[in-house]
T-cell receptor
Framework: ETGVTQTPRHLVMGMTNKKSLKCEQH?????MYWYKQSAKKPLELMFV???????ENNSVPSRFSPECPNSSHLFLHLHTLQPEDSALYLC?????????????FGEGSWLTVV | AQSVTQLDSHVSVSEGTPVLLRCNYS??????LFWYVQHPNKGLQLLLK??????LVKGINGFEAEFKKSETSFHLTKPSAHMSDAAEYFC??????????????FGSGTQLTVLP
C-alpha cells in the first residue's frame, strides 16, 4: 500500500465511449501526476498538477482531459480514444517539486480500447 | 537535458547469486537518482534514492546502489538474489534545472529473472 489509490484497476472501453480514471492520495502531498506506461516504451509523463494547478502538459492529445478538484484527487477523463491508447495509466504524487522528493505511485489502471 | 540508459533489457541470475543491474545517466546539473521496482500487475515501488548525500545508498530488500560521478553510473546491486526479486527495475534521474514542475526521466527498464 503506497498511499496512492487508483480506480478502476481495469477498464475496457469502446472508441466512442466516455470514461474516467480516478486517483486519490492519502499522503498529504501537493503535487500529482499522470503517467502512461506502454509495452516496450519508457514511462511517459502526461500531466503534472501542483497545488491543484496544471503545470505540465506534455503534448497529450485532447482526448485525454485531466481534472484536479483538490490536492488529494486527480481524474483523467477519456473520450473517443484510439486502440493505441491502450496502456497502463499510473497516478503518482509527491510533496513539493524538489528534485530529491520521492514520487509515490499507485498500482495503475489498465486501459484497453476496443 | 537529462537522460538515463539501462544497459541491459533482461538479466537472468540463479537464486542466491549476486544481482547487478546497470544504469548510466546524463544530467547538466547535480541529479537525484532513483531505482524503482515493478512487480507484475503492480505499480512502481521505490527501492532507493540518491540525493547528493552518501554515494553508497542502501535500499529496501537488501538492494544498494553506488553513485559514481566520474562514470556517470548508478548501478543497482544485491549480494544474493531471491525468487521474489523477479520483476522489472527502472532507473530514474531527476533534476530541477528546468525551474518548472519536477519531472522524472525513466530508463527503459531491466527485466530481472531469478532461476531456481
Amino acid at each position: 500500500e503506497t498511499g496512492v489509490t487508483q480506480t478502476p484497476r481495469h477498464l475496457v472501453m469502446g472508441m466512442t465511449n466516455k470514461k474516467s480514471l480516478k486517483c486519490e492520495q492519502h499522503l498529504g502531498h501537493n503535487a500529482m501526476y499522470w503517467y502512461k506506461q506502454s509495452a516496450k516504451k519508457p514511462l511517459e509523463l502526461m500531466f503534472v498538477y501542483s497545488l491543484e494547478e496544471r503545470v505540465e502538459n506534455n503534448s497529450v492529445p485532447s482526448r485525454f482531459s485531466p481534472e484536479c478538484p483538490n490536492s488529494s484527487h486527480l481524474f483523467l477523463h477519456l473520450h473517443t480514444l484510439q486502440p493505441e491508447d491502450s496502456a497502463l495509466y499510473l497516478c503518482a504524487s509527491s510533496q513539493g517539486r524538489n528534485s530529491g522528493n520521492t514520487i509515490y505511485f499507485g498500482e495503475g489502471s489498465w486501459l484497453t480500447v476496443v | 537535458a537529462q537522460s538515463v540508459t539501462q544497459l541491459d533489457s533482461h538479466v537472468s541470475v540463479s537464486e542466491g547469486t549476486p544481482v547487478l543491474l546497470r544504469c548510466n545517466y546524463s544530467s547538466s546539473y547535480s541529479p537525484s537518482l532513483f531505482w524503482y521496482v515493478q512487480h507484475p500487475n503492480k505499480g512502481l515501488q521505490l527501492l532507493l534514492k540518491y540525493t547528493s548525500a552518501a554515494t553508497l545508498v542502501k535500499g529496501i530488500n537488501g538492494f544498494e546502489a553506488e553513485f559514481k560521478k566520474s562514470e556517470t553510473s548508478f548501478h543497482l546491486t544485491k549480494p544474493s538474489a531471491h525468487m521474489s526479486d523477479a520483476a522489472e527495475y527502472f532507473c530514474v534521474v531527476s533534476d530541477s534545472s528546468s525551474g518548472s514542475a519536477r519531472q522524472l526521466t525513466f530508463g527503459s527498464g531491466t527485466q530481472l529473472t531469478v532461476l531456481p
